[in-house]
């Protein structure tokens, strides 16, 4: 058994590894998709996709789908803010910023909620947590910074659209913790995958692609969005999550700006500057620290009281 168990953990680190670089290469996918289409036409028809694969996961597990019509108003605004808006917004964001700083951006999501959970519940941080979320601050404002100047001629909505993609994302996380212990992980990925796709598909009935920019890539970029980066990435991070826990887990996804950054440059010829590369370090670092420290304090990591 220990060796199973062994076996199981070094073949999840390694999924886990494979997973920042396919989602690392999402944003590549998604800028090309994005040619043809609007964000929350995206957004559909990368959660269709990602519904019927998963749909099919499901099948082959089990056909039981518990479910309780009161959650009906949680599902739908945990699909407004986690899928809706946080895509429309960080998908809205690749059009005026790099990818790289886009995801850069992103990884200040932890350090936002830990905020949240000090005003909002009263959760008292330690020392080190908090000199991490400054420290996230002050890399946010270095790569800010470097951009004052062309602030005005529009790469301010890109900026505000990626803090909206950070705020949008942790309502929806603090809002689907409420559901999170009612169901499964793939159930509840399933009905929020259902909410999303009913709450954009007015949109997208409007705003649909020209059929001459609906050409083989646009296709591919679908395929990969919905297939790997949604639905089996979904699959290897429930399964890490299960196996090496919450907080290892999160510290693999907060490596996501070195693989974007990465793709940017190779396909997009993205380059940042050299205030921006030192604001992205001091973000990634100070966020994987704090996503560390936080799990400490809460017993998620080995060795830790509960």
């Not at 010829?269 to 992205?280: F, L, N, T, V």
Request: aromatic content about 14%; some cysteine.
């Amino acid at each position: 058994m220990a060796s199973n168990r062994r076996i199981s953990k070094r073949s999840s680190y390694l999924l886990m590894i494979m997973l920042v670089f396919f989602w690392g290469f999402e944003y590549i996918a998604a800028k090309s998709a994005l040619d043809a289409c609007k964000p929350i036409t995206l957004v559909f028809f990368k959660y269709s996709v990602g519904f019927v694969v998963l749909t099919c996961v499901k099948l082959l597990r089990d056909r039981r789908l518990p479910f309780r019509k009161k959650d009906v108003p949680f599902l739908l605004i945990c699909a407004l803010f986690g899928d809706i808006l946080y895509y429309g917004s960080e998908y809205g964001a690749l059009s005026y910023l790099p990818v790289s700083i886009v995801t850069i951006l992103l990884a200040f999501v932890p350090a936002l909620s830990i905020i949240i959970e000090i005003f909002v519940y009263g959760r008292k941080p330690t020392v080190a947590i908090v000199a991490g979320i400054v420290a996230c601050s002050i890399g946010v404002a270095l790569i800010v910074g470097a951009d004052f100047s062309e602030l005005l001629a529009g790469k301010a909505t890109g900026y505000f659209l990626a803090f909206f993609a950070i705020v949008s994302w942790n309502i929806y996380n603090f809002i689907t913790a409420k559901l999170t212990g009612q169901y499964n992980p793939l159930d509840l990925t399933l009905y929020q995958l259902t909410a999303a796709i009913l709450l954009s598909a007015p949109y997208m009935i409007f705003h649909l692609p020209d059929a001459a920019q609906m050409d083989g890539r646009f296709f591919l970029a679908i395929a990969y969005l919905g297939v790997i980066s949604s639905a089996f990435g979904f699959v290897i991070y429930v399964n890490a999550v299960s196996v090496i826990g919450v907080t290892p887990s999160a510290l693999f996804s907060n490596m996501l700006p070195v693989t974007s950054t990465f793709f940017g440059w190779l396909f997009l010829d993205e380059m940042i500057s050299a205030a921006q590369i030192i604001g992205g370090v001091v973000v990634v670092a100070a966020g994987s620290v704090v996503i560390w420290l936080k799990g400490k304090q809460d017993g998620e990591l080995p060795g830790c009281r509960p």
